[in-house]
């Protein structure tokens, strides 16, 4: 199978503070993008999505900034909270059906 | 709206036996896409049906199979067990496919539990 890494970092925060989750994608024909969030146990829920037209787009808490110049895609969790523990991995894919392709992914943990 | 489902939710077999896992996606999508995740590969994408055709496929040997039924509803096998194979087999269904992106809408995979699978 394709390998999409070895290795989980891991981001430590304090609760209420702001957390950065980045990702490198490596094609740069990639389309669209998309952030899951997976706690243990179960399988990846999704967060928040972005097209590559855009460079920004806001959520609930969560705001996904894209650099299409450095193929460069971060996940912004404002006031982290400890249900928000969990590692996120980013997405990215061609569109037109192509595959979607899984970062190595992030483990987040909140220090209450 | 119910979301998917896999079944089972843990299965222990011994190298040399087969397994099928099988998937039920959210109702109204007809596009399933199955993945492998492993602590040391991460998440891999095994292959996607739609509409009872595969569609999409990773880089997999053929013990990996799949296929769809007419309700949507999938199944994936694995033959010939090896302990390699111990992982975590994920399903996620998305309505038009594996991010269908026509008239500027995206599509979203939503994902089941997974199926924690033990090769002994």
């Known amino acids: 199978g394709e390998s999409v890494g070895l290795h989980l970092p891991t981001l430590s925060v304090q609760e209420g503070d702001n957390s950065i989750i980045n990702c490198a994608y490596s094609?740069?024909?990639?389309?669209?993008f998309i952030w899951y969030k997976q706690e243990s146990g179960k399988g990846p829920q999704f967060i928040i999505d972005?097209?590559?037209?855009?460079d920004k787009r806001q959520g609930q808490r969560v705001t996904v900034l894209l650099n299409k110049t450095v193929k460069h895609l971060s996940l912004q969790i404002a006031a982290t909270q400890p249900g928000d523990s969990a590692v996120y991995f980013c997405?990215?894919?061609?569109?037109?059906?192509?595959?979607?392709?899984f970062g190595t992914g992030t483990k987040l943990q909140v220090i209450p | 709206k119910a979301g998917v489902t896999q079944t089972p939710r843990y299965l222990i077999k011994t190298r040399g036996q087969q397994v099928t896992l099988s998937c039920s996606p959210i109702?109204?999508?007809?596009?399933v896409s199955w993945y492998q995740q492993t602590p040391g590969q991460g998440l891999q994408f095994l292959f996607e049906?739609?509409?009872?055709?595969?569609?999409n496929k990773g880089n997999f040997p053929g013990r990996f199979s799949g296929r769809q039924f007419s309700n949507s509803r999938s199944e994936m096998n694995v033959s010939t067990l090896e302990l390699g194979d111990s992982a975590l087999y994920l399903c996620?269904?998305?309505?038009?496919?594996?991010?269908?992106?026509?008239?500027?809408?995206?599509?979203?995979?939503?994902f089941g539990p997974g199926t924690r699978l033990t090769v002994l």
């Open positions: 049906y739609f509409s009872e055709t595969q569609r």
């Open positions: 996620a269904s998305s309505r038009l496919g594996t991010s269908g992106i026509s008239g500027g809408n995206t599509d979203t995979q939503y």
């Open positions: 109702s109204g999508h007809r596009s």
């Open positions: 094609n740069s024909a990639s389309d669209y």
């Open positions: 972005i097209r590559s037209n855009m």
């Open positions: 997405a990215e894919t061609p569109g037109g059906y192509q595959k979607v392709t």
